[in-house]
Nanobody
Framework: QVQLVESGGGLVQPGGSLRLSCAAS????????MGWARQAPGKQREFVAA???????TYADSVKGRFTISRDNAKNTVYLQMNSLKPEDTADYYC?????????WGKGTLVTVSS
């Protein structure tokens, strides 16, 4: 089993920054990819960013150049640095951990971008 716990969400003004963290525990192997997705009110969950064990990253076009995903394999933790935040970034942000058999999800952390 794998447990994922997100933290770092909150209220921030447009143009501000936040850093999300996701701590993984259980049967964790650094060879597996981790990532972030988000779900805004009334919308479907959407991909935000992902990172492989070797550090290769991918981003949604909507966050490219503003968000940075990173991971610390020694701590089984993945981060999402979010800069230049916009009101449309408001959503619940979910961490995920992917194996060949399934994808595990955290319970999410709320990010609200508002003045």
């Amino acid at each position: 089993q794998v447990q994922l716990v997100e933290s770092g969400g909150g209220l921030v003004q447009p143009g501000g920054s936040l850093r999300l963290s996701c701590a993984a525990s259980g049967s964790i192997f650094s060879i597996n990819a981790m990532g972030w997705a988000r779900q805004a009110p009334g919308k479907q969950r959407e991909f935000v960013a992902a990172i492989t064990s070797s550090g290769t990253t991918t981003y949604a076009d909507s966050v490219k150049g503003r968000f940075t995903i990173s991971r610390d394999n020694a701590k089984n933790t993945v981060y999402l640095q979010m800069n230049s935040l916009k009101p449309e970034d408001t959503a619940d942000y979910y961490c995920n951990y992917r194996t060949s058999a399934m994808t595990y999800w955290g319970k999410g952390t709320l990010v609200t971008v508002s003045s």
